[in-house]
């Protein structure tokens, strides 16, 4: 039973570190990061699509309003995915995915908001305690650096994020995961192909592999553990070891692109790291 969970923890592990690897990438590839999206989302899609026909999963869609759930949904994974890339391009993959893991302290106030969820004021508390790691993250309140720029683009990011996941939420309910990750990514493709169009793609026979290797490992087999992984634990638990991506995701930076965080990047994302850990204890503990 001890080995069963010890299986379980390295498996969700793995994932956080796959997925973490989806910064670093997106940083080293040299293309706009729409257009990264657009080969992310197509290359991930057709390995999903062929994973959901090997397994026969069933990819019917039970009634409109889940299909309008899984568009708009994926509208703001899209939004999300090339404003958290952006982040990262103008300013560094530590800023960028810090900036991004205000994500669940937006989503506790902007759900009590959207739906029927009951308000809690404990998480103001965590709410002002990240938005002050974020002050600290922000080198100057100038949107003329590039830092400060990589900051509002991730904090974007995360609201965009925080929106796709309250919309999916209940619209997801009886779907296998794979099978909705499919759907949305399908979706993405289509409304970026335009893209194509009108960014310089001409250097993209020289990106190819880190590009697999985004959809691959990143996103297809990333996404897929992580879904896999969460039967076996509670959303809380899984969200305290998803929030060492950006640890994972800042050693991954220094080891591939030699990027060293400064001393406010540590102090400002060790306060929104944390908000996250506090809340995922007790939110365990209060179910």
């Not at 106030?109 to 959207?114: A, G, N, S, T, V």
């Not at 991730?154 to 779907?175: E, H, Q």
């Not at 759907?183 to 192909?193: A, E, G, K």
Request: net charge positive; glycine share 4%.
């Amino acid at each position: 039973m001890k080995n069963s969970h010890l299986n379980n923890v390295l498996e969700l592990s793995l994932a956080t570190l796959l997925i973490s690897s989806a910064g670093v990438l997106g940083k080293y590839i040299d293309m706009p990061a729409a257009v990264i999206i657009w080969w992310r989302s197509s290359i991930a899609l057709l390995i999903l699509y062929l994973f959901c026909r090997f397994k026969k999963i069933n990819l019917t869609i039970k009634n409109a309003k889940d299909r309008k759930t899984f568009f708009f949904s994926a509208l703001f994974l899209g939004a999300h995915w090339i404003t958290y890339f952006y982040s990262i391009k103008i300013s560094n993959v530590s800023i960028g995915m810090l900036s991004l893991y205000t994500f669940p302290a937006i989503t506790a106030i902007l759900e009590p908001l959207l739906t029927k969820a009951k308000f809690n004021r404990a998480h103001l508390l965590l709410a002002v305690l990240v938005f002050i790691g974020i002050y600290i993250l922000a080198p100057e309140l100038n949107l003329e650096n590039s830092h400060f720029k990589g900051v509002v683009w991730g904090v974007i990011s995360a609201v965009l994020f925080s929106l796709r996941n309250i919309i999916l939420k209940r619209g997801s309910a009886g779907y296998n995961g794979i099978m909705v990750m499919m759907y949305q990514l399908l979706i993405v493709t289509v409304f970026l192909l335009p893209v194509l169009y009108f960014f310089d793609t001409s250097n993209i026979k020289t990106q190819y592999p880190y590009i697999i290797m985004l959809a691959l490992v990143a996103t297809a087999i990333g996404h897929s553990l992580f879904i896999n992984s969460l039967k076996h634990f509670t959303v809380s638990s899984a969200s305290i070891i998803l929030s060492t991506q950006p640890i994972f995701g800042i050693i991954l930076a220094y080891i591939f692109l030699n990027e060293i965080p400064t001393s406010n990047t540590f102090i400002g994302g060790t306060l929104i790291i944390s908000t996250v850990i506090i809340e995922s204890v007790r939110s365990r503990k209060s179910s």
